[in-house]
């Protein structure tokens, strides 16, 4: 085989390892999807975009607050009427697709896996960035990451 013929070989065995990697990876990232509820879809969504970097706890909190408001009249009775209430969640302002199909992955597992704690009733929490006005109006929980929750 000449140099050409199997530089030529290298790259089209190459080409097929990228697109067959692509394949694999679309479609393992759309399993991951395929098999949530629609409730458990807009938990990931919402953990996902809220504190994906934060681990179980916050993970767990980001959830109890969505279901906290799920029982409590204030809000709609479902998690994705909740998750996507106007100017509840900051991230469905300008929704983006999810890229960290690790996280996105685990978190999905995270859901899936069953109920957590309430922990306390927490209905609300921000950014350890900014003090908004309404904080000082519920009990403050706790700080888990870079959130403080309140119920």
Known sequence: MS????????????????????VFFLSTAQKAEANLTP????????IYHESRGEGWLGWALVKATVENRVLDSRWPSTVCEVVYQDSQFSWTLDPQ?????????RI??????GS??????????HTTAINPWWASSYEYIG??????YYK
Do not use: P
């Open 3 to 22: 140099k050409l013929n199997f530089t030529r070989a290298v790259k089209v065995r190459l080409v097929i390892a990228v697109l067959a990697w692509g």
């Open 143 to 148: 700080t888990a990451g870079d959130h403080k």
């Open 97 to 105: 697709a999810a890229t960290d199909m690790s996280s996105w992955n």
């Open 116 to 125: 957590h704690s309430n922990f306390n009733g927490v209905t609300h929490y």
């Open 39 to 46: 409730s458990q879809q807009c938990h990931v969504e919402n």
């Open 108 to 113: 999905s597992k995270f859901v899936t896996e």
